[in-house]
């Protein structure tokens, strides 16, 4: 028995698909769709007689979860059997925004879908449909599939998520400087885990940047595997602005200035190089450009780091100590990373610390790792099926290199609302959304986002609520299934793991089921007649990727999880290049530090730092008037983005209204009590929050949470949910990128805090009114 499930009573928990308990059905499942979360948790659904979700466990036989489960999983038929859940088609029938709507059938939504499809590809060629992608969960693969076979474009990204900066900035450094992704070693990709894994060596350091691992569970890494490392011996370091349980826990907390990690890590690398901490042999094999790098790091001192990043120079240069001395050390880095305009610049930075102490694809280290069975169900999914012209046009390709060349397969979100709003190069005519509320969450200045829908023909939206975006943007709206609803398998990394159906709701439907569906009316020729469910999909991919087993083997002959082989220093063993040579999959098969691509490319080729766009420093002036750097995005454990805000549930029940973190000392300066509501406001907008002191949070930042609306509320125009009212994303600017076209200011802004007061919070003064019926923004009424 292993050792992470020696406190469960493992008679209750066969291995195997189905089993009953008493009255109910027990089912043996993956997490992989809205709600939730990145992560692909195993779970056990309980369902009753008739087929209703009323329970759910954490699954104590996975090696990867382990039998935990956050609230949100653990409360989810409370979400899964919520009445306000979108159970029919609906076609829209008054205005955009009047929430005015009539069910359909699904024949007759397909029907509508159809007709706009065909007649766009004829007008205007199918480069103008775009289709747009929330979280990357299960539909990463369908809406890549569908817009490349179905509609015949090439154009997808996340929606309107400007810089692209949720992963995407670090995956593609990754590529272009070893030519594959890494994570963190936790012993998660074999079966044997931790202590019984005979190669595993727990990292004496684990360097935590930019990311709340306990409570976000990102990127697919699990939090609890740092607490399970904690446990036998590693230490950590912290980066982040804000004291959160991890950072507490921390032998070294650097409360860095958000926008300044590039910065941070040139520092480290600073003290790293020149007082020789670096793994020789490592660099000298493996690795490109370190003479160039050497350099480099000599324009970051640590004293005049620390003054960029409001850390102590003593705790900077200990800290770099303590990770280059620790033997192996690992870095498990997350959003905050993406989240500035040169996101891509500081992922390099970051990535030449694991770089020159050799920590990479060691035990214990930075791990390079691929898709479950090299599957791909990304975004290149079925891309064999589309004209290669249309991938060579792709927007955005024409001014980013990076997206020219293909690392990370999509389009650029800035570019996409860039030819909404002015035609060019090409018009948008069509937008296919699936599991995304950009006004609420993903898209950055949500105002600009409102107002450039208007310039759209014909918006299809798929999702499980009826969210402020589509009741202000959609022509149709489409129900999609939840993770107990579905036949799927997960792909992203090691295990690949089942999701088997166990229930339905109303007419909702799989994302794959939709793409199937109209696979066949709208291109029969590359669809096989025989796949007609989401389980044949399955099937037919597996298959022709020679995966070796069919979906009906990963669930019941390996229990819904079946591990790949894994190895450690796999370019000393020729496994990362095509070739079979030993190395990295780069022009120069080494680790580069000096990237020779982007120096083709004419951009840096080694890591730098630049100011934020709007900071104390950059714009010294604009800050005169809003004096505090503005962070968002903070996390709680209720809420995953936009999703848990209906009433009736735990997560609203246990946080009901948004709040901001602010220094007492600050709100006091400002005259804010706690839990007074208050405006935060730069120039580009305003939102409201509630202050919530912090006395861990430097008196010059203020950090703020995200995704809120209030389903509660009125839908239709000009309320829309709320939507504007508390939505940080109204002060974030779009299409403010760096060189590579990845990454955006989402986390390092500036602004201004202030009482809300009924002399400036008067029905015409609020955001959402501003926005929809005002025509902009009122500041201060």
Known sequence: MAEYNNEYNMELYPEQLHWQEGDLTATRTTMWSGPGCHDG????????????????????????????????????????????????????????????????????????????????????????IVSMIGTGRNVSQVIAHNQYANFGGADLTLCF??????????????????????????????????????????????????????????????????????????????????????ASKSKYWLHIRPGTDAALALGMLNVIINEDIVDHDFIDTWTYGYEELRERVQEYPPGKVAEICWIDEEELVEAARFYAKAHPSTIQWGLAVDMSKIGTQTAHAIACLAGVTGNIDNPGGNVLIDQAAGLEFGYNSGIEYVDPHMVAIRLGNEKYPLKKYGFTASSQSDAILEAIETGEPRPVRMLWIQSSNPITNMGQDAPRIYRAMKKVDFICVIDLFKTPYAVACADLLLPCAMSNERDCIRVWFDPMRSLTKCSSYYEAKEDEQIMIDLGHRLSP?????????????????????????TMEELEETYHGMHYSPFRYKKHEKGLLRPDGEVGFMTPTGRYEFFSTLFENWDMDPLPFYEEPPTSPYSTPEMAAEYPFVLTTGKRSFEFFHSEWRQKGTTSRELH??????????????????????AWIENHLGRFRQIARYNITLDPRIVSTEHGWWFPETEAAEPSLFGVFDCNPNNAIPMCENGPSGYGAPIKCGICKVYPVTPENSGPKAQPTYQVTRGGGYTHGV
């Open 41 to 128: 948790c195993q779970i056990i659904f309980y369902t009753d007689k008739d087929g209703t979700l009323v329970k759910t466990e954490g699954d104590p036989n996975s090696p990867l979860s382990q039998g935990r489960l956050c609230m949100r999983c653990l409360e989810l038929p409370q979400i899964v059997n919520h009445p306000d859940r979108l159970k029919y088609p609906m076609k829209r029938t008054g205005e955009r925004g009047e929430d005015k709507w009539e069910r359909v059938s699904w024949d007759e939504a397909y029907d509508i879908i159809e007709e706009n499809v065909r007649r766009f590809q004829k007008e205007t060629g199918p480069e103008s």
């Open 161 to 246: 998520l400007s810089g692209d900066s949720c992963m995407l900035p670090r995956t593609a450094l990754c590529f272009v400087i070893m030519g594959n992704q890494w994570v963190a070693d936790m012993s998660q990709y074999r079966p044997t885990r931790y202590d019984e894994d005979e190669d595993w060596v727990p990292p004496e350091c684990i360097l935590i940047w930019g990311t709340n691992p306990v409570i976000n569970n990102a990127d697919a890494f699990l939090g609890h595997w740092i607490v399970e490392a904690m446990k036998r011996g590693s230490q950590l370091v912290t980066v982040d602005p804000q004291l959160t349980w991890i």
């Open 525 to 549: 020729d590359k669809w096989p007649e025989w796949v007609q469910t989401p389980r044949d999909y399955m099937n037919w991919r597996m298959d022709g990727a020679n995966v070796g087993y």
């Open 656 to 677: 009901p209204n948004p709040y901001f973190d602010i220094h007492p000392d600050a709100a006091a300066q400002y005259g804010i009590a706690e839990g007074q509501w």
